[in-house]
């Protein structure tokens, strides 16, 4: 087994039974994506998609899979706000669309928080498990944004139109449960049991017939790369403008003063 740099927010470990990991790695800002993970995170997904061995898996350290943009550092920045939005989106986009695009299979294991861009991460897996204790949430129109990471594409193809707008538009969340029982995941795990079981499921599947996987995952993907890119795109730009306008600055800030209260 190769291990990683400790001080790296996005670690890539290269198991001995074929898995590739890719694990978010900064647990104690609820692997929050600021420009240094997102970067991180484009990175290693490119690393990892010139050499993804048998099946791909997609974790993350501590007690949230990703709570989404880090808003502490994109508060505060004035007009430069959207700029270093949309750099943040682009690389998380380009992150998203290595994943998406993998030969091989792609296993995401999702515990705690899945809130923001977490959710597109969560959901780009081709098999996605879920523990109890998750909380999908988008909440971004609650801070004045719109959708990134490719939400607003994979909800609606995931649960369909009505129940994406549910999600989108008021913020609902939804436990592992409601996650599995909705088809967002492909099933839910006691807590204790999700490591186990997501890494089992990959090392089932990088054990498997190779190329029929390969030919199988393309035929399940086949028309929809080129669409993802250009919808990712305009989720990037979308964001971008909303964020540096008076509006969403002054809900973040808000944000983030509750939380401190609370």
């Known amino acids: 087994m190769t291990l990683p740099r400790s001080s790296d927010p996005v670690r890539i470990v290269r198991h001995d039974d074929g898995v590739v990991e890719v694990r978010l790695d900064a647990p104690g800002r609820g692997n929050a994506l600021d420009l240094g993970t997102a970067d991180a995170l484009r990175d290693a997904t490119a690393e990892v998609a010139a050499d993804p061995g048998g099946a791909v898996l997609l974790r993350s350290a501590g007690g949230s899979f990703c709570v989404g943009g ?5 508060a505060g920045l004035g007009a430069e706000t959207g700029g270093y939005v949309h750099a943040v989106a682009s690389a998380a986009h380009a992150a998203i669309q290595a994943l998406y695009e993998l030969p091989v299979p792609l296993v995401t294991a999702v515990r705690g928080a899945a809130a923001g861009g977490g959710i597109g991460l969560a959901l780009v897996g081709d098999i996605v498990l879920a523990a109890r204790s998750a909380r999908f949430r988008l909440a971004y129109t609650a801070i004045g944004l719109t959708p990134d990471c490719g939400a607003s594409w994979f909800l609606p193809r995931l649960v369909g139109p009505r ?9 609902r969340v939804l436990t592992g449960d409601d996650a599995e029982q909705w088809g967002l995941v492909s099933r ?3 807590d204790e049991e ?5 890494h089992r499921t990959a090392a089932d599947l990088a054990a498997g017939a190779g190329d029929a996987l390969r030919a199988a995952k393309g035929l399940l993907r086949a028309g929809g790369g080129a669409e993802l890119r250009f919808h990712l795109a305009e989720e990037a730009r979308l964001i971008a403008s909303l964020a540096g306008g008076t509006a969403a600055q002054e809900r973040m800030t808000s944000f983030l003063a509750a939380k401190s209260v609370s």
Request: hydrophobic content about 55%; some cysteine; charged content about 30%.
């Open 70 to 74: 880090d808003l502490r550092a994109f």
């Open 194 to 198: 999700l490591d186990r079981a997501a």
């Open 163 to 171: 129940r994406a707008a549910d999600l989108i538009l008021t913020n």
């Open 188 to 190: 839910c795990v006691e």
